[in-house]
């Protein structure tokens, strides 16, 4: 297949996945083929500012919508946590105007894993633990986001993070995640939105 797909080129049965993509499986290789649906590339990290009482930390912790840029990095990132787990298959136009970005990860056995395992495998890589099902490596300024026991699987001995939001934080957003470290404390919520950042 070449970068440029047609929508033939997909297999036939398609299985909804999360918030952004629907799932092929192709057989012959035994892998997810994973499609962006409705121009929703995932969620990228990041701060705000909200109005608060003068004792209060303004920035808060937001999750927006991701651009098809921010995406593909993403996928970048994800491939220096996991090796080899992502392979651009190409991009794909369902519809008139519409774009899509096709990748493919290998089939997993899903065996359930716990939020301490998840915890005790992210630390054993240096990371910290900023909030629930999120982590901060100092070491290469890496985040990883969205952690949780639906987006990591068991895999043999290890674990596999598939389907998190790796980024590397930067201006107050990094500020933020070492404040946040430095002072022992977490980020409590998480809030998504579906509007884009400006």
Known sequence: MGLLLR?????AKVVRGGQEHDLFHDSARDRFLKVTRDGIF???????????????DARRFHLWEATPLEYLERLDLHNSLVPGLNALEGVV?????????VTSQPRFDLAPVTAAEIDAWFGGLGFRKVAEAAYYRAADNLGVFDAHDKNVVR??????????????????????????LALGHSVQAVRRVTTPRK
């Open 7 to 11: 929508p033939d080129d997909l297999p």
């Open 93 to 101: 136009e369902p519809g008139e105007g519409e774009l899509a970005i």
């Open 155 to 180: 895999a043999g001995d290890t674990l596999v993070p598939f389907d998190v939001i790796p980024c590397r934080p930067g201006g107050g957003f990094l500020r933020f995640i070492e404040d946040t």
């Open 42 to 56: 995932g969620l990228s990290p990041g701060i705000e500012l909200a109005l608060v009482s003068a004792h209060e």
